[in-house]
Nanobody, 120 residues
Framework: QVQLVESGGGWVQPGGSLRLSCAAS????????MAWYRQGAGNERDLVAN???????NYVDSVKGRFTISRDNAKNTVGLQMNSLKPEDTAVYYC??????????????WGQGTQVTVSS
């Protein structure tokens, strides 16, 4: 069984920093693009940042210069360093990865989500 498990998140004051981590486990043959999405109250789940297996990154404009996505291909992990956090960053953050399982099938997998709250 292939799964993604997130850690990190929590409460932070505006201007603070948090780091999210996500680890893939199970029968994995290969991992393609990994990403972080977020869903605020009453909103749709939107892309925050993604990173290809080769390390190419992409960010939504609202987080450019503040968030950094990274991955460790040897450990099957992806991280999201979030700096200069704003109240509008408050959301449930989800890890996503395109992975090839032991049956050689490529699928999109999601983590369980982790809450990030930015408030004073």
């Amino acid at each position: 069984q292939v799964q993604l498990v997130e850690s990190g998140g929590g409460w932070v004051q505006p201007g603070g920093s948090l780091r999210l981590s996500c680890a893939a486990s199970g029968s994995i043959l290969s991992i393609g693009t990994m990403a972080w999405y977020r869903q605020g109250a009453g909103n749709e789940r939107d892309l925050v940042a993604n990173i290809t297996s080769g390390g190419t990154t992409n960010y939504v404009d609202s987080v450019k210069g503040r968030f950094t996505i990274s991955r460790d291909n040897a450990k099957n992990t992806v991280g999201l360093q979030m700096n200069s956090l704003k109240p509008e960053d408050t959301a449930v953050y989800y890890c996503n990865a395109i992975m090839q399982n032991g049956l050689r099938r490529w699928s999109s997998y999601w983590g369980q989500g982790t809450q990030v709250t930015v408030s004073s």
